[in-house]
């Protein structure tokens, strides 16, 4: 057992947790964020549990808890510092860029992460940056676009930010 | 699918610390953790089962890419996403960068680490096969103090096997910055984009004044043993300008020269293909990159 | 959720509305299985073969059971006595087959690996994992059946010895009902092969694959002496698991309850069977007392479900010189896996995609037959394009090799053989009941530029580059009328809704199918706000709670766009009946329901505007002020409709790519991808989009990158992701859509199901373009996956002289 002190989407948590808990669980179980998905085994390769560690987006089934101590944790709870939607979920809602849903907020961390990076981003480039996210419903289409819009709304906003 | 017991986590701030926890315990009992994009795997399939993790997050002095003026010293723990966007990779390293750019995706770029992927030199693994191609050396330190260096070609040993032993930690991977032009290049395919290579071949060769390769080094994975040398690419390079008949000359003779694999991704006959078709470009670039 | 309304509209059909959905979704506040927390909730895992086939010599429990943490382990020895077998009548078809005879555990011996031996109950899932270890499991290895055709002949190991056979279903499609008239339509067709100037004849395989949902199984279950059993369960048809849950567990009817969760991570249909696993977490959490729950992981899910498609086809094709297409003689081999899973059994698939195999076309005679092989491998469950993805594989592709042997334009030739005649009766005796093909495929192969697209071709082979184009089209079933699921999965195809207006006006719909992410909340909220004249914000939709919703047999066979959304706008219009009685006696005046007219929130007489109400008044009027009413009136507003067609429905789609093979590698390109869909009156068009493009990815995904492998002891290979390939956002091209709808005239909006219908035209379509691109290399693919190393062999063959 160890002793954890981090922030997740702001909020400071100080948990008593087990050495091999995995941060998804811990986030799931401990502290009730079930918006964080699991999609494959071990293996870490679907990508809906993506979260921001210290603002890069990792996939927390690949950490464990005790890894976390001492950092900055977001999740899609977290993405709107707000509540509302950020440009990028909205995007998602206007171009239908979701169906089931399930793997829509790893992608949602992983684009927002994506965009700060790439804010002026070519289809490759999304599509690319999406390699660590498995649709199954979608095919990708609507994501790509929501994506692109998602990019666009940012950029407006930055302009209108700035006059 | 969870990991089995884990009795320490421990989080040291300095390569003492590390050592020091590394000779507490009985061999086989820690593991040094990096971005642990491959161990976790393993240990949540359970095929590890430590006792102790040494989690090397907390080592800043890993963390940082030295350009020195004969050397380029990368830390152990510089990450994926490091390699990618840093400008002293440029030049003669974009071999590294080009495979650093496909490890995975983003998510695992955001969190692996060279020397993680060193270390574990897992059977298919695009940064052990560039850091061999680069002769990088790996320095490493031992848990009785001893300061060692090992070349790639001896580093390297086998899928999973590499000659860091247990009581050793990784510190950088270091390569000779090249005096004349040089050029590297990497490559991959796989069935889905980005993958494990199903064959990764990266190339680096260093020409003369008058433009003729003096130095050539190629390697290979994909192959079922890990990052290798594919020597017998490299004698039809030396003293060529990177023409179309001396590549197509490397490309056989490593063909003739190496036994691929056949397994659910592809046939023996197939990776030779690969070989062919992905060392060329690979080739072709690294000697275009030396030229400009 | 915007409700943004086009001014120029009238109704919500048609609109780009965003989706209700979205908002939790894209926020985490989605309610997945996973997410149901009940406190004190126990955890399983199982315990799973190692084997493809061994008998179970002896099970050590001890360590495991000592563990602490540990509350219950239970296995097929102590479970059998206890539980009711498989099969039930209620997940069992009406059709004649070897049903096998299993408990949710292994009794005796296993026959896949995979198959769940021990179920272990502990109080932490990290716990329960750790004592899943300490089982120790005695295997007596059998000899293993893997290869479906070796399984039918008659000196081959038996998986189900009971049977006698590994033969568990066999059926001619094509003569009639009985076997003489079915001989005497084969001796008819061999004829016509006999004498017809153009044959073509071969072998076509497809391989194992289908579809994994991203979110994997799971149940919860909670018990208690006066509610009974409430079972959470990620599933597609609530309704048919409550039943089957009642029978096998000996629970009376009413004490038990089936929540398939308001949010599922895809079903695809591998959602749809009734699971074994289902059974012993229920049994569990009733015996103990305590909530239960079991999360498949991705391994499991692998190794277990999403697994079809697997299949020989022996298909001949006999036409003239001019292209009409004579006779159709296919036999069909199908790999069943061990046959032990609820409704589907396996060979549902296989059967249903023998009867669809004549697809689109007009074949003058056909002989199609199949037979079904149990093997040791895991059952095949069904995966969106249920069983016609093997067939329409090896159609489309001997359909292009028919062309070739002419010398004729392939996609010519298929016009020349489309249905030009609705309705119309397939050889299958399978009903088309309307729509326009011609239309549908004109529309497609006008953008597709055959023409210009040769002209593109030989330029780029001068420049040696190999671009090809290929077709494949699909007739789907929209939705599945009871005339052929009560045959089939002995189930009603009507669909259900109950629509409750409350005292504010606003609307609750009430659906017994079970979506995984189809937009159903979104368009059934148009459909409401269309019918009454409202906002799609004042509808809510809830599905899959058996406690509250009327029977419906499920999210399948796309039940929604025809059967749901059909029930539905019934019960809103015999609430508009009830409304339109009342107000008109309010109003004092004589008018039935059509004078009236829903919009904008009021209801207003035609005959004179000014006679009206707003909707909410006289919707309080009658369910909270019931006096003063007509004679023989009542209040309140709640009505349930079933809808069904008096004869099955169909919609059309099809499908052309363009791509480009890299000769050196086999490795190809797809450049562009074009669609066409008769998808009737859509309601939402950016839904229907969204399903047109999933099922073209999971088509390009199966036929390319994904392949579940035994290895010949009949141990599953590509149980985890990094070996079952998915295809990336990186992998796969944009889709280019052009509707040709023609409204379903037996629906009361003109809607038709989709949803179904591909991926089954994907393959044969990309396949179809690879050959076509190495046409100066005469190849001719006839097996999947289609992958660069298998096309660069071709090549090779091809190059010898």
Redesign the interface.
Known sequence: M?NIKLTVNGEKFEEQI?????LV?FL?DNL?????????????????C?IH?DG????S????A??A?GHNVT???G??ADGG?TNL?QA?????G????????GI?M?MA??LTENPNPS??Q???????????????????RAVKKAAKMLKDSAHEDRT | MYPAEIKEYHKPDSVEQVLELIANHEEGESLLLAGGQSAMQAIKSRMLRPQCIIDLQGLQELKTINDESETLKIGAMVRYCELVKSSSLNNNFTGLKDAAAHVGDRQVRNRGTIGGSVCWNYAAACTPTAVLALDGNMHLISSDGEIKVICADDFFLGPLDTAKSESDILISVSFKKSKTRSGSAYKKWGLVKDALPVVGIAAFVKLDSNGSCCEARIALTGMGVGAQRAAAGETPLLGSYGDPQSIEAATENICANIDAPTDLSATSDYRHQLIRSIGAEVILTAFKRAST | MTSAKDPNSIEWLGERLARKEDLRLVTGKGKYLADIVIPGTLHAVFVRSEYAHANITGIDLSEAESMPGVVAIYTGENIKDRINPMPQAIVQPNLPAKYPTFWPLAVGKVTFHGEPVALIIARDKYIAEDASELVLVDYEELPVVLDPEKALSRNSTVVHEKDGTNEIFSMTFTGGENEEAQNSNEAEVNAIFESAPVVVKERFKTHRTGLTPMEPRGVLCDWNESDGLTAYITTQRPHIDRLALSDILEISAEKVRVIAPRDQGGGFGVKAPFYRENIIIAYAAKSLGKPVRWIESRYESLMNVGQERDQINDMEIAADLEGNLLALRNKGIADNGVGTTGVYWGFVMPFLGAIELPNAYKWPKAHISLKVATTNKACLTPSRAFGHFPTRFALERCIDMVAHKIGMEASELRRNNLVDALPYTSVTNEYYDSGDFLKVWDTLVEKADISAFRKRQSEALNDNRYIGIGFGCGVELSGVASDLLVPMENQPGYGAATVRLDPRGKVQVFGGDAPGGQGHETTTAQVVASEFGIDPAAVVVTTGDTGTTPFGSGSIGARAGSYFVSAVADACRELKEKITRILAYDLKIEARTEHFEFTDGEVIYIGDRSKKSSFVSIVERIIMFPINLPENEVGGLDATAFFEAAKPMICFNADCCVVEVNIETGDFEILEWMTTEDVGNVINPMVVDGQMHGAIVQGISNAVFEEFVYDDQGQQLTADFENYKLATAADVPNIDIHYATTPCPHTPLGTRGIGEGRPSSIPGALTNAVCDALTPLKIEITELPLRPNSIWEKIQQAKQP
């Not at chain 1, 890069?56 to 996939?59: L, S």
């Open positions: 160890k087990d050495n091999r808990l995995l669980d799931r009730s964020l079930t918006g964080t998905h699991v999609g494959c085994t071990y293996e870490g390769v679907c990508g809906a993506t560690l890069d987006a990792v996939k089934c690949m950490l464990l005790v890894q101590d999740t899609i709870e993405l709107s939607l979920q998602f809602n206007d171009e239908h979701l169906q089931c849903g399930y793997c829509t907020p949602l992983n992460d994506f289809e490759e999304i599509r690319h940056g999406l390699i660590g996210n498995l649709c199954r419903c979608t095919g990708y289409v609507h994501i790509v």
